[in-house]
């Protein structure tokens, strides 16, 4: 057999070794969306929203991945530094840091962007019925999760305490946990409550209302809630829904305050990475919704409520196209 000029050998395997490389991995654009912890109900919503992107990579060479994170206020923080391109935030939190408020006072982001909102989120309270909590008060001396510093509920909880009139650092044994190990530790006994901001049906509760230690969502009151929705833009009335947690000794639905939870991102993402993005979620809004029970309620209108950022031009450019927004 003759021999092959060596020089074509090369040339040849050199393009078979470059072609997929400049074909697909050169051109795919990686983006994550931060969460929270995999208990809630956010770290969920960013895989059912990058299933949906992923589904179309050979049309838009993005691919997006999941992180589990400490929640909302860790997400901002992230997407400004440029660490993540999405995150799910609490609208009050989105509304506090783009203003300079809470963790961000005197400092606003201005560089945040609101994409959509997404579910409802209440702002809940877990106690053990042997600790004897049944209202706000009875909080006092015990050893109460008032949530992880990078947690959307750190400040709801804060916010609850203060209009009761409590001292969290004085009048409570208050620890700053992630909600995964609430759970856990409320089972356990090392844990007398914990306060949580999720939509529902989350794992977190399933796990906390299912153990042979019983337990309550404690009812934060009438005075609290009214107090709340006049003092601040973002709070307004809504129930926890029991149906989902058979193992809590509740008999109704709890009333609290909820707040929604949004997908942030940053002005310096690209324009088309963040139209891709809304336009799998909302061209494909039923499958999406179909993805978890926290969902059902969700409308197209719904979803463009409760944004306090501006719009990114990639998000306002779909639902320009779809009339959503003049
Ligand atoms: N609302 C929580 C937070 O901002 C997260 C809830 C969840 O993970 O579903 O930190």
Same mark, same amino acid.
């Given at each position: 057999?003759?021999?092959?000029?060596?020089?074509?050998?090369?040339?040849?395997?050199?393009?078979?070794?470059?072609?997929?490389?400049?074909?697909?991995?050169?051109?795919?654009?990686?983006?994550?969306?931060?969460?929270?912890?995999?208990?809630?109900?956010?770290?969920?919503?960013?895989?059912?929203?990058?299933?949906?992107?992923?589904?179309?990579?050979?049309?838009?060479? *993005?691919?997006?991945?999941?992180?589990?994170?400490?929640?909302? $206020?860790?997400?901002?923080? /992230?997407?400004?530094?440029?660490?993540?391109?999405?995150?799910?935030?609490?609208?009050?939190?989105?509304?506090?840091?783009?203003?300079?408020?809470?963790?961000?006072?005197?400092?606003?982001?201005?560089?945040?962007?609101?994409?959509?909102? #997404?579910?409802?989120?209440?702002?809940?309270?877990?106690?053990?019925?042997?600790?004897? #909590?049944?209202?706000?008060?009875?909080?006092?001396?015990?050893?109460?999760?008032?949530?992880?510093?990078?947690?959307?509920?750190?400040?709801?909880?804060?916010?609850?305490?203060?209009? /009761?009139?409590?001292? @969290?650092?004085?009048?409570?044994?208050? $620890?700053?946990?992630?909600?995964?190990?609430? /759970?856990?530790?409320?089972?356990?006994?090392?844990?007398?409550? @914990?306060?949580?901001?999720?939509?529902?049906?989350?794992?977190? @509760? #399933?796990?906390?209302?299912?153990?042979?230690?019983?337990?309550?969502?404690?009812?934060?009151?009438?005075?609290?809630?009214?107090?709340?929705?006049?003092?601040?833009?973002?709070?307004?009335?809504?129930?926890?829904?029991?149906?989902?947690?058979?193992?809590?000794?509740?008999?109704?639905?709890?009333?609290?305050?909820? $707040?929604?939870?949004?997908?942030?991102?940053?002005?310096?993402?690209?324009? /088309?990475?963040?139209?891709?993005?809304?336009?799998?979620?909302?061209?494909?809004?039923?499958?999406?919704?179909?993805?978890?029970?926290?969902?059902?309620? *969700?409308?197209?209108?719904?979803?463009?409520?409760? *944004?306090?950022?501006?719009?990114?031009?990639?998000?306002?450019?779909?639902?320009?196209?779809?009339?959503?927004?003049?």
């Amino acid at each position: 057999m003759p021999k092959k000029p060596l020089g074509v050998l090369v040339v040849f395997t050199c393009f078979l070794l470059c072609l997929p490389l400049s074909a697909t991995a050169a051109r795919t654009t990686y983006v994550t969306i931060g969460t929270g912890g995999i208990t809630g109900v956010y770290y969920p919503t960013g895989g059912a929203i990058s299933s949906l992107v992923n589904k179309k990579r050979g049309q838009y060479n *993005l691919r997006a991945t999941v992180e589990s994170t400490g929640g909302s $206020v860790f997400n901002i923080n /992230a997407i400004m530094a440029g660490d993540l391109e999405f995150g799910v935030v609490q609208s009050d939190r989105q509304y506090q840091a783009y203003k300079g408020l809470a963790e961000w006072q005197g400092r606003p982001q201005e560089k945040l962007r609101s994409v959509f909102s #997404i579910h409802q989120e209440s702002v809940n309270l877990l106690a053990t019925v042997d600790s004897g #909590i049944k209202k706000l008060s009875d909080l006092k001396g015990h050893r109460v999760n008032i949530g992880n510093p990078g947690a959307g509920q750190r400040g709801n909880a804060i916010d609850i305490l203060a209009a /009761a009139g409590i001292d @969290f650092e004085k009048e409570l044994r208050a $620890v700053g946990l992630k909600p995964a190990e609430s /759970a856990k530790m409320l089972q356990s006994g090392q844990l007398d409550a @914990f306060f949580y901001t999720v939509g529902h049906p989350n794992d977190s @509760f #399933i796990e906390a209302t299912s153990g042979h230690r019983k337990v309550r969502f404690v009812n934060i009151g009438k005075s609290i809630i009214d107090k709340l929705v006049k003092s601040y833009p973002y709070y307004i009335t809504s129930t926890t829904p029991i149906s989902y947690y058979p193992g809590a000794v509740n008999s109704a639905d709890v009333p609290s305050v909820s $707040v929604k939870a949004t997908l942030c991102t940053s002005i310096d993402v690209d324009a /088309a990475i963040v139209y891709a993005v809304v336009k799998e979620v909302f061209d494909n809004l039923e499958t999406f919704k179909a993805m978890h029970p926290a969902y059902t309620e *969700l409308t197209r209108e719904g979803m463009l409520q409760g *944004l306090t950022a501006p719009l990114h031009p990639g998000a306002a450019k779909y639902f320009k196209e779809v009339g959503l927004i003049p």
